[in-house]
């Protein structure tokens, strides 16, 4: 065969051009380039022109440009495609900072934005609501939560979700199938509901929503036991990722579960799930706002503050104010624990804890703090116990995070979600220090009036803590800081009260309150001035150590190791207290000499002889 012959290009038949290789043989490389171009401009175009998912979203339905939504009035004929793969995905950041563990590649800079429309597709493609429920199903993980789990997630895409036609719904018992069918046939019911923790002795009941040791898990499915133990598809986490979080970041991560399943209480909307009026609500709860005007002495200010402090951590839920309520008063009957565990107890439901002296005595074993939003401390003070309790409160009322120590399970580190309020009927419960910039404290000064009260307890027992709720959601935080309190009358009272006998006697000592002049001395001249002052006035003494400690954070006292002295033919050199300025012309050791003689003739009853 010649050479010519092989390169020679068949002609092309008759028959149908099958692919791009025919028809460049048939018609050349120009008419191939023309129709692929044609191609990818009708693509183009098809995806800038698509129905509006508000209007006729279905599973088919494309997506349209944001000109195209403005513009309802377009019909588009032409047919649409659209990628089902493409899922939703969702912005958050794993609890204590952790790294996502998804499998897939994190997202970083700016990503890819989904409009509007595209998150309300996915959401109708993603997302049903469980019916005759608050809970929710997500097609994709295969398992539920709650549909307020979703106002997080969702954001402002979250309404329309709700409120659209085309909305899913499913009934409980096609979730359970759903769940058992994801599960597999081996232990179908463990398991749907029980995880594995990770080199634990016990797991994780979905249905109990708490966990359970091995023996109960053996009683509770005895058919399934041992083969879901057996089973290589069991499902399991580390003991760490079984945690409580209010913030709802992690409910949609199938790789966390979240003990958190929402509070008691439920937001008052009108069929528009828009949240009823202000006045609405106000007229719902008129009582409970009455008792806690009462509370507050009729005090606008300290009412506001009040309000503001309860409503914040419900409008950021998941947040911490760093600062506690305490209301101390002798009267009894005011309406202290109604409020805080009643009312507050009602909204919290089974993440609200009231504690006693008895669970801040026995500091290792903390399992009441878990799972906690809101603990309410009643007479928790004794008198062999609240000088020790004000420093560990202080510490929990900050806490960022704290570590759980419950009987017969591992320590964990969990964050602190939670806040605290006390009330007392002693006027010291327990002692505040210094600023004690963490309190807020209100001494209530009536007793609640009985008609009042009924009505109190009337509106719990109906809406009222639903219309509470809605109220506080509605109350205006702006300047609202969290950990700055003000200093009310009844703090000052306080502070003034929970002084040692130290302070007090300084106190008065600097004011010129006592027999005893108020001149730079000796530190054991003044020692021993504080132990018979305390004495006549029948308050505990403390040692010269304890003395000398507590000089140094008075204010206006300042202490003067190994300062020498001298007066007359005697000198020495001793722990001086300085008060007061030193005259110009004279020396340091001149001056503090002159003082100590100048304070001993001031006391001559107290010591017998010059003290070194």
């Given at each position: 065969?010649?050479?010519?012959?092989?390169?020679?290009?068949?002609?092309?038949?008759?028959?149908?051009?099958?692919?791009?290789?025919?028809?460049?043989?048939?018609?050349?490389?120009?008419?191939?380039?023309?129709?692929?171009?044609?191609?990818?401009?009708?693509?183009?175009?098809?995806?800038?022109?698509?129905?509006?998912?508000?209007?006729?979203?279905?599973?088919?339905?494309?997506?349209?440009?944001?000109?195209?939504?403005?513009?309802?009035?377009?019909?588009?004929?032409?047919?649409?495609?659209?990628?089902?793969?493409?899922?939703?995905?969702?912005?958050?950041?794993?609890?204590?900072?952790?790294?996502?563990?998804?499998?897939?590649?994190?997202?970083?800079?700016?990503?890819?934005?989904?409009?509007?429309?595209?998150?309300?597709?996915?959401?109708?493609?993603?997302?049903?609501?469980?019916?005759?429920?608050?809970?929710?199903?997500?097609?994709?993980?295969?398992?539920?939560?709650?549909?307020?789990?979703?106002?997080?997630?969702?954001?402002?895409?979250?309404?329309?979700?709700?409120?659209?036609?085309?909305?899913?719904?499913?009934?409980?018992?096609?979730?359970?199938?759903?769940?058992?069918?994801?599960?597999?046939?081996?232990?179908?019911?463990?398991?749907?509901?029980?995880?594995?923790?990770?080199?634990?002795?016990?797991?994780?009941?979905?249905s109990l929503n708490r966990v359970v040791g091995w023996s109960a898990a053996q009683l509770m499915?005895?058919?399934?036991?041992?083969?879901?133990?057996?089973?290589?598809?069991?499902?399991?986490?580390?003991?760490?990722?079984?945690?409580?979080?209010?913030?709802?970041?992690?409910?949609?991560?199938?790789?966390?579960?979240?003990?958190?399943?929402?509070?008691?209480?439920?937001?008052?909307?009108?069929?528009?799930?828009?949240?009823?009026?202000?006045?609405?609500?106000?007229?719902?709860?008129?009582?409970?706002?009455?008792?806690?005007?009462?509370?507050?002495?009729?005090?606008?200010?300290?009412?506001?503050?009040?309000?503001?402090?309860?409503?914040?951590?419900?409008?950021?839920?998941?947040?911490?104010?760093?600062?506690?309520?305490?209301?101390?008063?002798?009267?009894?009957?005011?309406?202290?624990?109604?409020?805080?565990?009643?009312?507050?107890?009602?909204?919290?439901?089974?993440?609200?804890?009231?504690?006693?002296?008895?669970?801040?005595?026995?500091?290792?074993?903390?399992?009441?703090?878990?799972?906690?939003?809101?603990?309410?401390?009643?007479?928790?003070?004794?008198?062999?116990?609240?000088?020790?309790?004000?420093?560990?409160?202080?510490?929990?009322?900050?806490?960022?995070?704290?570590?759980?120590?419950?009987?017969?399970?591992?320590?964990?580190?969990?964050?602190?979600?939670?806040?605290?309020?006390?009330?007392?009927?002693?006027?010291?419960?327990?002692?505040?220090?210094?600023?004690?910039?963490?309190?807020?404290?209100?001494?209530?000064?009536?007793?609640?009036?009985?008609?009042?009260?009924?009505?109190?307890?009337?509106?719990?027992?109906?809406?009222?803590?639903?219309?509470?709720?809605?109220?506080?959601?509605?109350?205006?935080?702006?300047?609202?800081?969290?950990?700055?309190?003000?200093?009310?009358?009844?703090?000052?009272?306080?502070?003034?009260?929970?002084?040692?006998?130290?302070?007090?006697?300084?106190?008065?000592?600097?004011?010129?309150?006592?027999?005893?002049?108020?001149?730079?001395?000796?530190?054991?001249?003044?020692?021993?001035?504080?132990?018979?002052?305390?004495?006549?006035?029948?308050?505990?003494?403390?040692?010269?150590?304890?003395?000398?400690?507590?000089?140094?954070?008075?204010?206006?006292?300042?202490?003067?190791?190994?300062?020498?002295?001298?007066?007359?033919?005697?000198?020495?050199?001793?722990?001086?207290?300085?008060?007061?300025?030193?005259?110009?012309?004279?020396?340091?050791?001149?001056?503090?000499?002159?003082?100590?003689?100048?304070?001993?003739?001031?006391?001559?009853?107290?010591?017998?002889?010059?003290?070194?």
């Open positions: 065969m010649m050479d010519d012959e092989i390169l020679k290009q068949p002609e092309a038949s008759s028959k149908p051009l099958s692919d791009f290789n025919d028809l460049h043989v048939s018609e050349g490389l120009e008419v191939v380039r023309e129709q692929i171009e044609q191609g990818i401009s009708y693509q183009l175009s098809a995806f800038a022109v698509s129905p509006d998912p508000l209007v006729l979203a279905d599973h088919l339905s494309g997506q349209k440009s944001n000109d195209e939504i403005k513009n309802n009035d377009i019909k588009h004929k032409d047919s649409v495609f659209m990628s089902h793969e493409s899922d939703f995905v969702l912005d958050f950041t794993p609890p204590m900072n952790g790294q996502p563990e998804s499998g897939e590649q994190e997202m970083q800079g700016v990503g890819v934005v989904q409009s509007d429309a595209e998150k309300l597709q996915n959401a109708l493609d993603r997302y049903a609501v469980i019916a005759c429920s608050n809970d929710a199903f997500d097609y994709k993980t295969k398992h539920k939560f709650k549909i307020s789990s979703l106002k997080h997630t969702l954001s402002l895409t979250f309404k329309h979700w709700y409120s659209h036609h085309l909305r899913k719904t499913i009934e409980k018992e096609d979730v359970e199938q759903l769940l058992i069918d994801a599960a597999g046939f081996v232990a179908p019911n463990m398991s749907k509901n029980c995880v594995l923790l990770k080199g634990e002795t016990f797991l994780y009941d979905k499915y005895p058919h399934e036991y041992k083969k879901w133990i057996e089973s290589p598809t069991r499902c399991e986490i580390d003991y760490e990722k079984l945690i409580f979080d209010p913030t709802r970041k992690i409910d949609i991560d199938p790789n966390y579960i979240n003990t958190f399943e929402g509070y008691s209480v439920k937001e008052l909307t009108d069929q528009d799930q828009n949240r009823l009026e202000y006045a609405v609500t106000r007229s719902r709860c008129a009582g409970i706002l009455k008792m806690i005007w009462s509370l507050c002495n009729g005090d606008l200010d300290i009412q506001r503050w009040l309000l503001q402090w309860l409503a914040y951590p419900l409008q950021n839920e998941g947040q911490k104010a760093h600062s506690a309520v305490l209301m101390a008063s002798h009267i009894q009957g005011s309406g202290k624990t109604t409020l805080f565990e009643k009312v507050m107890g009602g909204i919290y439901g089974k993440y609200h804890r009231v504690i006693t002296s008895q669970e801040l005595e026995s500091p290792q074993f903390n399992g009441w703090l878990n799972n906690a939003a809101f603990i309410f401390g009643e007479e928790i003070a004794t008198n062999a116990t609240k000088y020790n309790v004000t420093p560990y409160l202080n510490a929990l009322i900050t806490a960022k995070s704290v570590t759980i120590n419950e009987k017969q399970r591992p320590q964990k580190q969990v964050p602190a979600y939670f806040n605290m309020a006390f009330a007392s009927n002693e006027n010291i419960p327990f002692p505040l220090h210094g600023e004690a910039r963490r309190w807020f404290v209100i001494a209530p000064a009536s007793k609640l009036d009985e008609q009042l009260s009924q009505q109190v307890y009337s509106e719990i027992a109906n809406d009222g803590l639903d219309a509470f709720y809605t109220y506080l959601l509605s109350i205006p935080l702006e300047g609202f800081k969290h950990d700055k309190p003000p200093v009310t009358d009844a703090k000052r009272l306080l502070i003034n009260a929970s002084k040692r006998s130290i302070e007090v006697f300084i106190d008065e000592w600097l004011c010129g309150e006592t027999k005893y002049k108020c001149v730079s001395c000796r530190a054991k001249q003044l020692y021993e001035s504080y132990k018979e002052w305390a004495s006549s006035s029948l308050e505990h003494k403390y040692s010269y150590r304890k003395f000398t400690e507590d000089l140094k954070k008075i204010e206006g006292i300042t202490l003067l190791e190994k300062q020498r002295w001298r007066w007359g033919r005697e000198e020495g050199q001793s722990l001086i207290i300085s008060v007061g300025e030193k005259p110009e012309g004279k020396t340091d050791m001149d001056w503090y000499g002159e003082c100590a003689d100048e304070f001993e003739k001031g006391v001559p009853d107290v010591l017998d002889k010059r003290i070194a």
